[in-house]
């Protein structure tokens, strides 16, 4: 059973982290998947423009935020993984969410997107030697582990999850 390494998880993920840290690294990419795509299978279209306060996201921008963060950790796993030490910058959430197109497309492209994505992080962590797993690597100017990238992924998405729940399809 592979695990975080919670003791080198960065403060700002640690939150994300602690959601699934109770599981194997590839049962939680598979696990975590299955409950998304659950949710948003349910979402009516209407919903997709729906915020549930001034300010924030739309449904559709949220998974759309949901979709660019996975790509960016897996992004920073691949480089790692192949041992490149080269400094990664952040990104801006608010600034992409806004150049997304979450509008413009529909909750079912989202969610088939969503589905793919998932599939190819699965396979790419599969992709991944015990080695590779344990490089390091700076993103955002804090050093971070392939092993807890993995994690934070579906941590993230779990997160995300609980307030597509509790905050909008509550409502």
């Known amino acids: 059973m592979i695990r975080p390494d919670l ?76 041992n490149d030490k080269t400094p990664l910058a952040g990104f801006e959430e608010m600034e992409y969410a806004g150049q997304a197109n979450a509008a413009g497309r529909s909750i079912e492209q989202l969610t088939e997107e969503m589905e793919k994505l998932r599939s190819t992080t699965y396979d790419l962590f599969l992709s991944f030697t015990p080695e590779m797993l344990l490089r390091t690597g700076p993103a955002n100017k804090t050093e971070i582990s392939v092993l807890n990238l993995g994690f934070i992924i579906p941590g993230h998405e779990s997160h995300h999850r609980n307030i597509l729940i509790e905050r909008y399809l509550s409502k």
Do not use: Q
């Open 7 to 82: 003791e080198k998880v960065p403060p700002f993920y640690k939150g994300y982290v602690e959601l699934v840290k109770n599981h194997d690294l590839y049962e939680i990419l598979k696990d975590s998947s299955e409950s998304i795509l659950h949710v948003l299978r349910d979402i009516p279209e209407e919903m997709g423009n729906f915020r549930y306060d001034t300010g924030k996201w739309s449904i559709k921008e949220l998974i759309c935020h949901m979709l660019d963060a996975e790509r960016i950790f897996a992004y920073r796993a691949l480089r790692f993984a192949r």
